[in-house]
T-cell receptor
Framework: ETGVTQTPRHLVMGMTNKKSLKCEQH?????MYWYKQSAKKPLELMFV???????ENNSVPSRFSPECPNSSHLFLHLHTLQPEDSALYLC????????????????FGNGTRLTVT | GQQLNQSPQSMFIQEGEDVSMNCTSS?????WLWYKQEPGEGPVLLIA?????ELTSNGRLTAQFGITRKDSFLNISASIPSDVGIYFC???????????????FGKGTKLSVKP
């Protein structure tokens, strides 16, 4: 069982669809993250949850809606996305979150490759 | 906000050659991290550096935390085909904040190795 597991690995959706990305971590960490990875750009932090409480929002469009039911699971609900939202969405976890950042190096999942048509 | 300049953007090398890449910034960092991302996978932590001047090895990989705290270097010796991937640096300073928090990533160096 890998440390951070993401499903699905690939997702193609139309602009009117509603879908969800799932992330599960088996590391006993208390903080979980959603990052967006686009070509030739640094990783973009979207959301942070620490002990199931949302910490950062970063002005992400409301068509992205995170959910963290417990410290091991993280979801990203998607609706009415745009083609420019096509990217690799990475989930990560760390031991904790303090101030404005993780308290240990991030462990990443393998990502969900999202294509919006 | 803080930014990291990672260079080179890409490298094409022959198997057996040594590789050097770096990450620089105008800002000071307290932690430097180096990750590798292989095709179809997420980034995997290679080396973490926590002290200025620190030199740390992980097999054929060696990373250094620059004395000025504004840069870090990653070297790969005797490259092999499985070294192919994108190498990312990340810097962290608890005093920073902003939309990306206090952990900032570089854009990555794409390494290609010819057998």
């Amino acid at each position: 069982e890998t440390g951070v597991t993401q499903t699905p690995r690939h997702l193609v959706m139309g602009m009117t669809n509603k879908k969800s990305l799932k992330c599960e971590q088996h590391l006993g960490h208390n903080a979980m993250y959603w990052y967006k990875q686009s070509a030739k750009k640094p990783l973009e932090l979207m959301f942070v949850y620490s002990l199931e409480e949302r910490v950062e929002n970063n002005s992400v469009p409301s068509r992205f809606s995170p959910e963290c039911p417990n410290s091991s699971h993280l979801f990203l609900h998607l609706h009415t996305l745009q083609p420019e939202d096509s990217a690799l969405y990475l989930c990560a976890s760390s031991q904790g979150f303090s101030g404005a950042g993780p308290t240990s190096p991030l462990h990443f999942g393998n990502g969900t490759r999202l294509t919006v048509t | 906000g803080q930014q990291l300049n990672q260079s080179p953007q890409s490298m094409f090398i022959q198997e057996g050659e040594d590789v050097s890449m770096n990450c620089t910034s105008s800002s000071i960092f307290n932690t430097w991290l180096w990750y590798k991302q292989e095709p179809g996978e997420g980034p995997v932590l290679l080396i973490a550096l926590y002290k200025a001047g620190e030199l740390t090895s992980n097999g054929r990989l060696t990373a250094q935390f620059g004395i000025t705290r504004k840069d870090s270097f990653l070297n790969i010796s005797a490259s092999i085909p499985s070294d192919v991937g994108i190498y990312f640096c990340a810097g962290q300073n608890p005093n920073y904040g902003g939309s990306q928090g206090n952990l900032i990533f570089g854009k990555g160096t794409k390494l290609s190795v010819k057998p």
